[in-house]
């Protein structure tokens, strides 16, 4: 009877060990996470905390410690060089376009994922690879910052023109509607800051291209690609297609006091657009227009975001992947829940097919855009960032100004490459 009894309690036990997530040496049940943005990203964090403890692991907490951006970077510039990850979190937030950076100039300070068990495929491809290095997975991939063409349709009409005819087209037709839109309605197409390039670096990566070669070397003079984008950009100021202004509200402001009859950027613009109550039911999104000369040119692209990396001073990385996995990695009922409240728009590709995604979205016209940009993510290409990102970009805004400003487009672009090269120390 005694071995009866002991046999049951034994299976017992190995049920119940079945029924909660593998934990790491020590039994831990909590994660520490660094990211910024309480609307947002701490919103998210704490609503895939409240998914994850009520699907998986009742007991489960999760630390979350607001902090800004520029902050990271500097922890985590300050743990490199001292080669002292004992102050970072489990799981910390990096801006897409400085995730290379990191991992190249501190490899030590992040955890490889790829065998973690999340399924990168599930996610668009050009967002994957911002996290990418060599071959290996170092990020989760977050928010979305796939472009959208949002336009004003009332605008359009006044000059005869729809939607469709704005959509999948070339910069060489959309300059054409542009100048007559301008001529028939007063009212510009775009607007942004001026001496900011991100037209320029969105323009770039709709073809995949960069300011840098694939073996990291810099490519910004007798660059084709680039070449294409600032006589693109500079016919789009003198034009008056374009209007360039002196700041971030200066320029939300031209969208939602009518001043020009759209933009394009990352599709987090939409939440300042959606401000104007009053423009319910006349904006649209749609895609970019796309290069002309440029071998693989897509109507795609991305400007923004962010993807969560786990640290190399994670206490229990069993914990930390399967909390990742089984939440920004591989629930559609997540980002449905984070939607609405937050805006935070999925990479997360099944996430597109949702109920929730599917809804009309009465702002703009009843379309059910959240699907649509979901779709435009997974087309994006790919293109390299690499350590100096911020310094060939800067560089680039320099000499897009000085282009504008009447300068020699190969000159100014030497100019910049030069400036780079300097800065790598060539």
Not at 232 to 252: A, M, S
Request: net charge negative; glycine share 10%; hydrophobic share 40%.
């Amino acid at each position: 009877m005694k071995k009866i009894v002991s046999i049951a309690l034994a299976l017992a036990l190995l049920l119940s060990l079945l029924c909660v997530p593998a934990l790491a040496e020590g039994g831990s049940h909590k994660l520490t996470v660094w990211c910024w943005d309480p609307a947002f990203n701490l919103y998210a964090m704490e609503e895939a905390a409240k998914v994850y403890k009520a699907e998986v692991d009742p007991e489960f907490e999760l630390e979350i410690v607001e902090t800004p951006w520029n902050d990271i970077q500097t922890k985590l510039t300050t743990a490199g060089m001292a080669g002292d990850y004992s102050t970072m979190p489990d799981i910390f937030l990096c801006q897409d376009n400085a995730f290379q950076k990191n991992v190249m100039t501190y490899p030590d300070m992040f955890l490889d994922l790829t065998a973690s068990g999340i399924d990168f495929s599930q996610f668009g491809a050009a967002k994957v690879a911002y996290s990418v290095v060599e071959g290996k997975n170092y990020g989760v991939p977050f928010d979305n910052g796939a472009c959208v063409q949002a336009v004003r349709t009332d605008i359009l009409e006044q000059a005869g023109y729809t939607v469709a005819d704005v959509t999948d087209i070339g910069w060489d037709r959309y300059i054409e509607i542009g100048k007559d839109v301008l001529a028939k309605t007063g009212k510009p197409m775009l607007s942004g800051t001026a001496g900011e390039p991100d037209m320029i670096m969105e323009m770039l990566q709709s073809a995949g291209a960069s300011l840098f070669n694939a073996d990291g070397s810099l490519n910004i003079k007798d660059n084709p690609a680039v070449m294409e984008v600032m006589e693109i950009y500079t016919t789009l100021v003198k034009e008056g297609i374009f209007v360039e202004v002196n700041g971030w509200d200066e320029y939300v402001g031209t969208l939602t006091n009518g001043t020009v009859a759209g933009t394009m950027n990352g599709c987090w613009i939409l939440a300042s657009i959606q401000t104007a109550k009053d423009q319910t039911g006349k904006w649209a999104v749609t895609n970019l227009p796309k290069l002309v000369k440029t071998e693989g040119a897509t109507n795609y692209s991305n400007n923004g975001g962010s993807s969560w990396a786990v640290s190399a001073n994670c206490k229990d990385t069993t914990l930390a992947y399967d909390f990742l996995a089984k939440t920004f990695a591989g629930s559609v009922g997540f980002y449905e829940t984070i939607l609405p409240s937050s805006g935070a728009l999925a990479t997360y590709l099944p996430a597109g097919a949702s109920d929730v995604y599917a809804q009309p979205q009465e702002f703009f016209g009843g379309d059910a855009i959240y699907a649509k940009i979901t779709e435009f993510a997974g087309k994006i290409p790919s293109n390299y960032t690499g350590v100096y990102y911020y310094e060939a970009r800067d560089a680039v805004g320099t000499a897009m100004t000085a282009i504008v400003g009447g300068a020699d487009p190969a000159t100014a672009l030497a100019d910049a490459q030069s400036t780079v090269e300097f800065a790598m120390g060539i």
